[in-house]
Structure formats: structure tokens, C-alpha cells
């Protein structure tokens, strides 16, 4: 009789053991489910152990399908215009863009924030503007089945158009994947047919991963430049390349095109044994970066080459692949702080490219800190032998 209770009570306090471990275990199950659905990147995509290929792949595909639109829009409606105060040309073609790639994320990343340039408030009160938009949207797509259905085909509606681009809204951060997209850069230079970019960015973490960006406008061979014009010069008259890079996997370039990607090659950074011979990028625009500042700077490296004018991350882009060797950008306002979009791409295509990409006090630029990089100033960007000169040149001429 004892025996039998004593008995009993063994099979009564495993089962609570057991039970105990059950219930353990299943709230630990919920928990992480719960954590991986708040930040997707630690489950399935945890950057430990992937590569960004497909990541990479759809970004360019969106980026490339994008600029079918800004061409579309610079000959339609940009190209021969009256005034060059209508700026309609280049809202047309930021929001457009934007769409066309937010809706390219959404169908195959569904979890990852977006941080990008517009909003479409002011669209959506716009009604003429918005079905102008509508109009060119509808039809652009590529040329190739199976690469435009991967982007989600065609959108839907003029509706479903206005809300995917206020989806560009999140506040970005140190944590989670967050796309940063500038649909139209250096738009300035696309009213005038000269230089632009489409831009996209994953940062993970607050780390950028993967960039590509489409500068319809830049010759797919660009030998040499022409120091004075800023005219890059091709061994043929082909215009438009799409260059992008992994973290760890360097950067190519390929050209663009209308329908499934070209194929591509890997771009590098040209070696420039004589810091002298140097050539620096700055923008066009005056009050974009300090063009006084940055010729004291080269000055003080000995550079006598007159620097090459190009707007957008077309600048980047240039450099890694050896058409210039450093770019300039120089605060003109103590208080300005550059946008996220403006850089993200640029600077993991240069690092991959063998450059070194940092503010003026020699930082790395830091996409943690929300939609813009507030804690830096201005962007250097140079070979990775050559950036503790530069570097050294910037304090002394800005006497930090
Ligand atoms: N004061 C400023 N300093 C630096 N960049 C600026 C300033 N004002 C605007 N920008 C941004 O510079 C980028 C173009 O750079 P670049 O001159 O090299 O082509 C644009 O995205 C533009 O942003 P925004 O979209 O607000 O016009
Ligand atoms: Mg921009
Ligand atoms: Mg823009
Ligand atoms: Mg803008």
C-alpha cells in the first residue's frame, strides 16, 4: 500500500516536471515567433549566414525599370521645354519612380521598411498632376516576361499607385532592413539632360548591404574624362549603366537595359600612385557642397586638374569604376544633414569598388541614426590609400 503511493507520487511529480517543461518551452516558441515577425532580418534572413543576391538581383531589376520611366518622362516632357522653371517634369518622374520601385520591394521583401524620398500628399490633392502620373506609370514595364512579373507586373490603379508611395515613410533606424530609395537623384541634372541617378539601398542593422543605382546618362565605357567639359568619353555613344555591389562581394556595372539585366563586370577604383595626379568630383551645384572649400583642398594635394562637375550619385558611381578618383562634398550649412537616400547606395558601391567613404572628420558615414546621417558632416570619398590624406587636407583648409 505505501509502495503503490509512493509510486503514484513519482508519476504525479514527473508529470508536473514534464508539463512544467512543456509550458516552457512552448512560451519560448511564441516568443521568438513574435520576435522574428518585429525583426524579420533575425529568422530567415539573418545576414550571418546569407548572401544578398536576391536582394541585389531586385534591386537592380527595380532600379533598371525605373529609369525606363525617367527616360520616358525626360523625352516626353523634360527634353525642348520653354521654361526651365517647370519643375513638373522632375515630380513626375520622382513620384513615378518611387512607385514603380516600392511596389518592386513590397511584392518580394514584405516585411522590410522603406525610407525614400517623397510622400504623396501633396499628389493626392493634385488630381490633373496625379492622373498625368497614372498615365506614364501604367505602361512602363520590361521588356522581359519573367523579369517584370518578379517586380509584381503592372500596378493595379491610379489608387494603388498614390498609396504604395506613402509606404516610403518609415523612419529608418539602427535596427532591422530598411530599403533607402531616392527615385530621382540630382534633379537639377535631369531637367538639364545632364547627370542623374535612381537610387536604392539596403542597410541592416544600420549596415549598408547592398546598392544599386541607374544613371541613364553615363556612357556604358567611360575611358576617359575630359577634366575641363566633365564630359566622360566612351569608345562608343552607348548612355545608361546600372552599377551595384554586395557587402563582401564587390561592385559591378553592367548596361542598362529595357528588358532582363545585361551582363555585368566588376568595376574597381583606379590606383593612383601620385596623389597629384589625382582626379576629384564635386557637384554642380554651388549650394550643394562648398566648391571653394574643395578646390583648397585639392590645391593642398597638389592637384592642378580642374575638378569634374556631375550631379547626383552619378559622382560615386564615377569613381568606383575609375572615371575620377576622389569626390568632394563639403558642408556649405553648418546645419545641413544629408539624407540617407542621397548616400546609401553610393558608398557601399565605392567601398566595394576598394574606396573609403567618410565624413570630413574621417568617420564612416552612419545609417543608424534615422532618415538622415545625422552624425556626420559632408562626404569624402577616395581610394582607401589616399583617404588619410584627404582627410588630413580637409581639416587643415576647414580648420577643424
Ligand atoms: N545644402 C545642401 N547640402 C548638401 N546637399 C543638399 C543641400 N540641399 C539639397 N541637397 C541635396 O543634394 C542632392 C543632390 O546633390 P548633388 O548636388 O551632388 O547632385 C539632392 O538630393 C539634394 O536634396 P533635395 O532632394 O532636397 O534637393
Ligand atoms: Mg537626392
Ligand atoms: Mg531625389
Ligand atoms: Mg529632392
Known sequence: MRSSSANLLRVLSRLVVCSTLILALSVALKTRSRFALLFPSFSSHHPATMSYSQERYIAELAVQRATLLTQKVFFEKAK???????????????????????????????????????????????????????????????????????????????QNMLDIIDEGKSAGGGKGRIWALDPIDGTKGFLRGGQYAVCLGLIVDGDVKVGAIGTPNLPVDAATIDANTGAQQGETNDNGVLFSAILGEGATSRPLSNGALAPSKPISMRPVPDIAQAVFCEGVEAAHSAQGDNAAVAERLGITAPSVRLDSQAKYCSIARGSGDIYLRLPVKKDYQEKIWDHAAGDIIVREAGGQVTDIYGARLDFSKGRTLAANKGVVAAPKALQGQVIDAVKVVLKL
Request: net charge negative; charged share 35%.
Open 80 to 158: 525642348g521645354t520653354v521654361s526651365k522653371d517647370d519643375k513638373s517634369p522632375v515630380t513626375i518622374g520622382d513620384f513615378g519612380a518611387q512607385a514603380l520601385i516600392i511596389q518592386a520591394i513590397r511584392k518580394n521583401f514584405p516585411n522590410d521598411e522603406i525610407v525614400a524620398e517623397e510622400e504623396a500628399s501633396s499628389l493626392r490633392e493634385d488630381k490633373d498632376l496625379s492622373a498625368e502620373i497614372w498615365r506614364l506609370v501604367k505602361d512602363i514595364k520590361l521588356e522581359d516576361a519573367e523579369s517584370d512579373n518578379l517586380l509584381g507586373g503592372p500596378l493595379a490603379s491610379e
